[in-house]
């Protein structure tokens, strides 16, 4: 099975990659390219972007998303915090849909 983790890089999603790359492929998605490793292919991937979510998402079987968008994009920068997180999870849940990605998981904290 190969499973996209949003939010990889961060510290959850640095705890989950190690548990999961034991047993499945692991596309971690970053907003910066990383190294690849064994069982993992970093994308970069800016989940404001439609485009880059349907290329991060493309050819897995399930999608994590560990995002909070606590940052402004360069592009939003007067939208509130609760706008960006529904723009970015909204992207994602749609490129999800047209990727095929059969199970979303979501962890949220705020």
């Not at 983790?5 to 907003?31: D, M, T």
């Not at 993992?40 to 991937?45: E, F, L, P, S, T």
């Not at 509130?80 to 990605?101: H, K, M, P, Q």
Request: charged content about 25%; aromatic content about 6%; proline content about 1%.
């Amino acid at each position: 099975m190969k499973i996209a983790i949003a939010g990889a890089s961060g510290f959850v999603g640095k705890a989950l990659v190690r548990e999961l790359e034991k047993n499945h492929q692991i596309v971690g998605l970053s907003r910066v390219k990383k190294k690849d490793g064994d069982n993992i292919v970093w994308r970069d991937c800016d989940l404001f972007s439609m485009l880059d979510a349907e290329k991060g998402l493309a050819g897995c079987d399930v999608a994590i998303y560990l995002v909070h968008s606590m940052r402004p994009s360069a592009h939003l920068t007067q939208g509130t915090f609760d706008d960006l997180d529904l723009i970015v999870a909204d992207n994602f849940v749609r490129a999800a849909e047209s990727c095929g990605i059969k199970q979303i998981i979501f962890l949220g904290g705020m």
